[in-house]
């Protein structure tokens, strides 16, 4: 980040019933969205590359001993790691364009959270969702969550093909980086059972793979047929087909 270029932050609150309030704060550079934050003097053990590594993962463990997304999660992951994924507290998450609230399972917040730190967290392969921490949107739904995944794809084709590369347009990539997420998801949760006494953050996790799982699914079973009719204005005079 340049001189004088204030940071992208998104700040977290979770407030329980007893009106303990937990908050965390997520800075990302403008340039490129990457998480701001040193890194520490020391980890636990569990943040290590060679603690459950992911099978897709591409780095030297001689140049990266901890794994970025672990890293990225760390703090977060800690705190709550013995606490259970059914407390209900108040979630309010600030952005530099809005805030969100909501009442739900302390999971449901997590969940947020960490999908927007293990994007931006510098990992190769979540490193393909980076750009959607601009549009980060808590508590989507599958729909939602579809859509920006899409525009994201899409948008990464049409800058490779500015660069002479190849360009899928067909998006026959997608349902095989949809499941390299998911390949990430499954060993992280291995990770994260040596890590959490309580389920908070596994199911946190569970709740990204989710996501995963459907967007896949969807893609691959159902296509993209009923999104299509809304883009009907492009090909058609009144755009009502």
């Known amino acids: 980040m340049q001189a004088g270029e204030k940071a992208i932050e998104y700040r977290y609150r979770f407030v329980f019933p007893d009106d303990k309030v937990v908050a965390f704060s997520v800075r990302l550079d403008?340039?490129?969205?990457?998480?701001?934050?040193?890194?520490?003097?020391?980890?636990?053990?569990?943040?290590?590359?060679?603690?459950?590594?992911?099978?897709?993962?591409?780095?030297?463990e001689s140049q990266h001993p901890y794994c970025p997304a672990a890293a990225g999660v760390v703090d977060v992951i800690e705190f709550f790691k013995d606490a259970s994924s059914r407390d209900t507290v108040l979630?309010?998450?600030?952005?530099?364009?809005?805030?969100?609230?909501?009442?739900?399972?302390?999971?449901?917040?997590?969940?947020?959270?960490?999908?927007?730190?293990?994007?931006?967290?510098g990992c190769p392969v979540l490193g393909r969702l980076r750009a959607m921490v601009l549009t980060h949107l808590p508590f989507a739904n599958l729909d939602e969550t579809l859509y920006r995944y899409l525009a994201?794809?899409?948008?990464?084709?049409?800058?490779?093909?500015?660069?002479?590369?190849?360009?899928?347009?067909?998006?026959?990539?997608?349902?095989?980086?949809?499941?390299?997420?998911?390949?990430?998801?499954?060993?992280f949760s291995l990770r994260l059972h040596s890590a959490c006494r309580e389920d908070a953050g596994l199911n946190a996790l569970a709740h990204l793979d989710c996501f995963a799982e459907n967007a896949a699914f969807t893609l691959e079973k159902r296509g993209l047929d009923r999104l299509e009719r809304a883009f009907s204005a492009y090909w058609t005079q009144d755009g009502n087909q």
Not at 33 to 58: H, I, S, T
Not at 157 to 168: C, N, V
């Open 30 to 60: 403008q340039a490129g969205f990457r998480v701001l934050d040193e890194p520490k003097a020391a980890y636990p053990a569990w943040v290590r590359l060679g603690n459950c590594r992911c099978p897709n993962c591409p780095l030297d």
């Open 152 to 187: 994201n794809y899409m948008l990464a084709q049409y800058f490779r093909s500015r660069r002479g590369l190849s360009a899928d347009w067909e998006m026959k990539g997608l349902i095989d980086m949809a499941r390299g997420i998911r390949e990430v998801n499954r060993s």
């Open 91 to 121: 979630i309010e998450i600030e952005s530099p364009a809005r805030t969100y609230k909501k009442k739900g399972p302390l999971a449901m917040g997590v969940s947020a959270l960490i999908g927007l730190q293990m994007a931006a967290s």
